[in-house]
């Protein structure tokens, strides 16, 4: 008998290493893991209510001696119209999706039921709840490198869907948020901020073993790795396990369909819509394919074994275009003609953010530029060179790049914040979603263009290698950056953590025959009664050409090109050296050829130029309206993009 319970050990121990080392595909460990959790959960589709018991190990990996643990209670933010999150987002409405009504169905909340330490002792008298974050008062200090343990029980309901978690008043249900998070203790304090409509998410890394309890006819999609599957009666029960996370999510339809597909080593799970063509589907596993690829060439490789992609109903979208470790959500193709790629986009966008964010884990509230930002460039760049699909929009003849997208963006909004701002601070929404986004795609779009990509690839491969899991801050990048190349970590740092700007603009241009020498000729011996000598004056065979430009803002590359166009259609290209003392400067030269216009920075080097209608002189006026209205249809159409760009 001892030796069967020896066999039945040992099988077991193999099981759990076997399962473990399923869930990653390099193995670990890759982190700290600060925490162990474990949670068993049940979902009633009825009431889209989660029950849910939860141990907690937490382990105290700063130096510091802690005496209380702040956490997260983010479905919170949904209990009432009087959040943080509901008044900030003007009564419950985020990126187009709202809140429906005040019925109970649209309302949300976490609440702990049960919370003990390992011996048993009751510690809710120690819980202090404040909303969406709650603290809890330890009974003793926790020192350094010591480790606690906690037993809580928990109800988590889902509120109507419109930002990210809930479910569609049917049979969807998005579980995103949803257990009681410890915060991160960093830099000698808590990031215990409250849920933001501005701001996401910011964890610790750790082992996550959960088990999920719903209907047998429910499909279920969750972050890590499919352990076991056991159905009981009309229930099933669905195990997964996580190493090197920093959070958990999960989902159940009764209406998914399912594919899969391999990619050296990883199980890429669509769960979809039907109907929904195989065109469409195979279009989602080609982005997560050349999401993978392009990482893996240019930054690192992806440490998991699993992807899940989740597309939620047309009645849940607010529950779409959103990263999770392992899991992320898209949309649809978007039924506009002029808008292309758009599933396909915002799949990989969300896989981005599983090394920009997922495997970094920088702080979103505090910092949300450092993921949203370097993302938007790196999609841009996997579509463009993974995908072969170049232009994003197409109106009329005009066909419009990601980086010009961006650029528009960054164009039409006002400068009263730095990109490095707090994710609830900017001045309004629209500086929010520029300074997270496009601006920093800008940055470093015109980083690539002035100093080329290969400093740029070497940037993010050395920042990603540097500082995977963990919990990078601006300052880490630009230290990164400092090492790859002075001048440029110089432009990046006036870029991302002040307000400086940069508009060129072409003043004046004159192409005019040359005079040959003429009028009163005077001579030093010259008599006062003797009268000058006159010349008529004639016209030469050159053209005496004189060209102003100009600057404003502190924002400057090293140097910027000019083209000037002859009218036989013949170029000659100028460099101007910048210097920050002198702002303007004028060519004069001499050609066989008019001069009929000039550029400054014709190859859209400076994306971050806030106005490029005024970097073009013809010399017809008539001209330079056309220019005008193009550079206006791009800048102007960035809001119909905006509208579609994910999270």
């Given amino acids: 008998m001892k030796n069967l319970q020896c066999i039945v050990l040992v099988f077991g121990f193999i099981l759990s290493v076997s399962t473990m080392a399923s869930a990653l595909r390099i193995a670990g460990p890759h982190s700290e893991r600060v925490h162990q959790t474990t949670i068993k959960a049940s979902l009633d589709v009825e009431s889209h209510r989660v029950t849910a018991e939860m141990n907690l190990k937490w382990k105290n990996t700063t130096n510091d001696t802690l005496h209380e643990i702040p956490f997260h209670l983010y479905l919170n933010a949904f209990s009432s119209t009087d959040t943080v999150f509901m008044r900030e987002s003007g009564g419950g409405q985020l990126r187009g999706d709202k809140r429906e009504g005040d019925d109970k169905e649209n309302f949300g909340y976490v609440i702990v039921t049960k919370l003990s330490n390992a011996q048993g002792k009751d510690l809710l008298a120690n819980w202090q709840m404040d909303n969406s974050v709650a603290t809890l008062s330890l009974s003793e200090p926790l020192e350094s490198g010591q480790t606690i343990e906690f037993n809580m029980s928990f109800t988590s309901q889902l509120p109507k869907v419109f930002a990210r978690s809930g479910h569609n008043g049917d049979t969807f249900n998005f579980v995103a948020q949803w257990f009681p998070k410890p915060s991160v203790y960093i830099n000698g304090k808590w990031v215990n901020h409250r849920y933001h409509a501005h701001s996401e998410f910011f964890a ?108 939620p109903p047309e009645d849940a979208s607010g529950a779409g275009g959103m990263e999770y470790p392992t899991l992320v959500t898209t949309i649809t193709d978007l039924d506009y003609s002029s808008f292309q790629h758009s599933a396909a ?118 920042y990603y290698q540097q500082w995977a899991f963990k919990h990078p801050n601006t300052k880490n990048f630009l230290d990164v950056a400092k090492t790859i190349d002075v001048e440029m970590a110089q432009f990046l740092d006036d870029a991302i953590n002040t307000t400086k700007t940069i508009d060129f603009t072409v003043v004046s241009l004159q192409s005019e025959k040359k005079h040959q020498g003429g009028g009163y000729r005077l001579l030093l011996e010259q008599q006062s009664e003797v009268t000058p000598e006159y010349t008529k004056p004639s016209k030469s065979d050159l053209y005496s050409n004189t060209v102003t430009l100009a600057y404003q803002g502190e924002l400057t590359p090293p140097s910027i090109e000019v083209l000037l166009t002859f009218e036989d259609g013949s170029e000659e290209t100028h460099i101007w050296q910048l210097d920050a003392n002198k702002q303007w400067k004028t060519l004069r030269f001499e050609s066989e050829v008019k001069l009929v216009e000039a550029i400054v920075d014709p190859r859209f080097t400076l994306l971050l130029d806030k106005d490029l209608s005024n970097n073009i002189k013809k010399e017809r006026s008539e001209s330079n309206q056309a220019w005008r209205w193009v550079v206006s249809l791009l800048q102007s159409m960035h809001h119909l993009i905006n509208a579609f760009l994910p999270l």
């Fill in 204 to 311: 610790d890394f750790g082992s996550y073993d959960v088990t999920l309890t719903v209907p047998t006819d429910y499909v279920v999609g969750a972050t890590g790795f499919l352990a076991d599957k056991q159905q009981e009666g009309d229930l099933t029960r669905h195990h997964y396990v996580a190493e090197d996370v920093h959070d958990f999510v999960w989902t159940a339809d009764k209406n998914f369909a399912e594919a899969n597909q391999q990619w050296q080593g990883i199980n890429i799970r669509l769960l979809y819509q039907e109907p929904l063509d195989e065109k469409s589907i195979q279009n989602q596993f080609d982005a997560a394919i050349a999401s993978f690829e392009w990482f893996e060439k240019y930054v690192g490789a992806y440490p998991y074994s699993t992807m899940t992609l989740v597309q």
């Fill in 345 to 462: 986009l915002v799949t990989i966008h969300e896989i981005g953010h599983n090394y920009w964010q997922g495997i970094l884990a920088s702080n979103e509230f505090e910092e949300s530029w450092m993921d949203e930002g370097i993302n938007s460039y790196t999609e841009g760049r996997i579509l463009a060179e993974a995908m072969k699909r170049k232009n994003v929009a197409q109106f009329a003849h005009l066909s419009i790049e990601l980086p010009m997208v961006h650029h528009a963006s960054t164009a039409r909004t006002p400068t009263f914040d730095p990109v490095n701002t707090n994710s609830w601070s900017f001045i309004n929404s629209r500086a929010y979603g520029t300074n997270s986004y496009s601006k920093p795609a800008t940055i470093l779009n015109t980083v690539e263009r002035v100093w080329g990509v290969e400093k740029v690839d070497l940037l993010l491969t050395a």
